[in-house]
């Protein structure tokens, strides 16, 4: 392989569509060098050797030493190539390679002495040159980088990844290929479990580098953490390490979007718990993501389809819930592409604010102040119980479910952490909040980013190191104490405009807004709506917590609702959701017909082979019953088969029209039974006689 050959080999490794949009970081070190080798045929272990090679012979010391980079600099000709491709990778990253190569070499000595000279020792020797400076000409390599950047922001759009070398930190002609050097792709592979880790989900808004900085050296320091041994020495010893790191992992934070792609271009999405609270009850569902790029198809025993919202695949169906609550590993696999959920016996939850499922998703961590909620298998039940009475905030409620598939699980509802612990709990790390100081928004109803509808503020959450004044719009408002404080902004009825709350050095700005206001800007005069999606004839689920722009009643997809203001907007192919009934059915009867005004309104429920213990202590008169239209009479059939009818309320006159066309003779069979008036009360004798006439044919 000749330079040409290795400066499009790193261009097509690191610069591709596969990173558009997201941090790029052009990391050279040995491994890669050697993958590349073997994918083009050379001898396994010369990768580094060859790559060097490469490098000194395109530059010619020996010919050109006034300007011995001059070979790297000369792209005039690249240049005139993006008028007609702007793919066309750049003549001088294997050199800005090579440089990235030097600094690895210089951040892998355990010293840990990053510093201008010793760098370029590492470059010379790398160089094969005997000086331990800079050497001559090298200033002019910054103009490559500044160059390299301007291809992929301005040139590509962001197509092929987002620039990140820099010089903020280390200095001005080093500090660019040090930045590509200090995490390696095995530790960006790594970030994920980082954050899953320390809380946050993609895409929240209150994460900073110095909440970063903060996790980084407190998760470096355990032994779970599965970062390089290189990167933990860095995140140990040396801040100006931790700070730059901090902000290499905000900014992969930020193009973060829940997934991850392995070295060998394994694509992997998470499996995400969702719980909704129903009453004292609860249920759970487990919804796998959709990654764009994730195809249609069996991922080991499960069929995968997208639903209506393509960034989640159909919920999984009962069988995978019982595996994972069992305490089996949920891991789907087709191809390159898996799906993941570990199994575990205490997940905290938080309402869902950037994911659309709706209810409460699993998180990683509780955050300090923000109200949570805590499944657990009932074998840790009583530990979780005795940690939240120690530093929870009180309130909380246990939640239980009539379901058999939970009989094992419990929920703790009602949750808020206001104090942490610097101990180790074990299995209960995930109810411990790090330490962190800030202020944090949750709740509200959202319109865009930083824009929340007047009347639907959200709660501050601020987290201090010692009691300080909270100011909202330069007015004292609170007092933060130790551990979290919790401000709800609906209390202090906010006019439209931007709103500052203010903590000693730390501020969070936020607008007030409704729709139509200026803050929305060029969409102000659109209608703004929050989308629900329907789960079956009568119950929906929210797409979004924040607001979207709707469109017009005709392209409103089916099965979906937008409420906006005092209006439900929906589709217009949607037919109107059946209304269904509860009735109480007494005990006792061997059958049971319900009948309803129209030819075909008929049910006969199935009954239980046993009362539920649920059902006798909820419903001491009789089982509960859905029927799906409108009741007017009930039927029963004794054990000796006496047949009796009772009013369901003031039954109406019947309609003549048929409802369900397969249950209409059946309708009519019982509808049409003189002998069930000889029992029935006066006043209702002649309501059923109507009956009879139409289930005759008589009107």
Not at 607 to 620: H, I, K, V
């Amino acid at each position: 392989m000749n330079y040409d050959d290795w400066n499009r080999a790193l261009a097509e490794t690191f610069f591709n569509p596969n990173q558009e949009q997201k941090p790029v970081y052009l990391h050279v070190d040995d491994e890669l060098l050697q993958d590349i080798a073997l994918q083009h045929g050379l001898n396994q272990g010369t990768g580094r050797e060859c790559f060097v090679q490469a490098v000194i012979t395109r530059a010619r010391f020996s010919e050109n030493k006034t300007q011995p980079f001059f070979k790297f600099l000369q792209w005039r000709a690249w240049e005139n190539q993006l008028r007609q491709d702007p793919t066309t990778p750049p003549p001088f990253v294997g050199f800005l390679g090579f440089c990235v190569l030097a600094a690895v070499d210089m951040t892998a000595d355990e010293k840990l002495n990053v510093t201008s000279g010793n760098y370029y020792v590492r470059l010379n020797k790398l160089l094969r040159l005997s000086g331990r400076g800079q050497p001559t000409g090298f200033e002019e390599i910054e103009s490559a980088w500044e160059r390299l950047n301007q291809w992929l922001k301005d040139d590509l759009q962001g197509k092929f990844g987002l620039p990140t070398a820099n010089n903020r930190l280390y200095g001005r002609h080093v500090g660019y290929p040090i930045s590509q050097a200090l995490m390696r792709r095995t530790d960006f592979e790594e970030l994920p479990r980082f954050f899953h880790w320390c809380g946050p989900d993609s895409g929240e808004e209150n994460v900073t580098a110095d909440y970063f900085k903060q996790q980084l050296q407190h998760w470096a320091n355990l032994t779970t953490c599965s970062f390089s041994q290189q990167l933990k020495h860095m995140l140990v010893r040396n801040q100006q390490h931790v700070t730059a790191i901090a902000e290499m992992t905000l900014a992969y934070y930020r193009a973060w979007d829940g997934d991850l792609v392995t070295i060998k271009g394994e694509r992997r999405a998470e499996i995400v718990v969702q719980l909704i609270r129903a009453g004292r009850s609860f249920e759970l569902a487990l919804h796998p993501k959709a990654p764009d790029d994730f195809p249609e198809e069996r991922y080991g025993r499960a069929f995968l389809r997208r639903t209506g919202d393509a960034h989640w695949f159909e919920p999984l169906d009962a069988h995978f819930l019982q595996q994972w609550l069992r305490g089996e590993d949920l891991d789907l696999q087709h191809k390159q592409y898996r799906l993941m959920l570990p199994a575990r016996r205490i997940i905290p939850l938080r309402s869902d604010i950037t994911s659309d499922l709706g209810g409460w998703i699993a998180c990683g961590r509780v955050s300090l102040g923000e109200k949570h909620m805590v499944l657990c298998h009932q074998t840790q039940q009583e530990a979780v119980a005795a940690y939240l009475a120690t530093y929870g905030a009180g309130g909380e409620r246990l939640l239980g479910s009539r379901e058999p598939v939970y009989a094992q699980w419990v929920c703790f509802d009602n949750i808020r952490i206001n104090r942490t612990s610097l101990d180790d709990w074990g299995e209960l790390d995930c109810l411990v909040p790090l330490p962190q100081a800030g202020i944090r928004l949750s709740g509200g109803l959202k319109l865009k980013q930083g824009v929340w509808l007047q009347g639907g503020e959200p709660e501050v959450i601020i987290t201090a190191e010692s009691e300080m004044p909270v100011f909202l719009d330069d007015q004292q408002v609170a007092t933060a104490v130790l551990g979290s404080t919790l401000l709800d902004l609906r209390e202090y009825h906010l006019v439209e405009g931007t709103h500052v709350i203010r903590v000693g050095a730390q501020g969070r700005t936020i607008a007030i807004a409704y729709p139509g206001s200026e803050l929305l800007g060029p969409q102000r005069m659109q209608l703004w709506g929050y989308p629900l999606q329907r789960q079956d004839e009568t119950q929906y689920r929210p797409l979004s917590l924040a607001a979207v722009l709707i469109p017009s009643p005709e392209t409103i997809p089916t099965g979906q609702l937008y409420v906006a203001g005092t209006h439900i907007l929906h589709s217009p192919m949607d037919p109107p959701p059946v209304r269904q009934h509860l009735l109480i059915l007494p005990y006792g009867a061997r059958r049971y017909i319900i009948l309803g005004r129209q030819i075909g309104d008929v049910f006969e429920p199935e009954l239980p082979t046993y009362l539920p213990q649920w059902q006798a202590e909820d419903y001491l008169r009789g089982y509960k019953q859905i029927v799906p239209f409108t009741p007017q009479w009930l039927i029963t059939v004794s054990h000796r088969n006496n047949l009796s009818l009772r009013p369901l309320g003031h039954p109406e006159a019947p309609k003549d029209s048929i409802s369900r066309p397969e249950m209409a003779e059946k309708w009519r069979q019982w509808a049409g039974k003189r002998t069930l008036i000889r029992r029935l009360p006066q006043h209702h004798q002649n309501r059923w006689l109507q009956y009879i006439k139409v289930a005759q044919g008589k009107r």
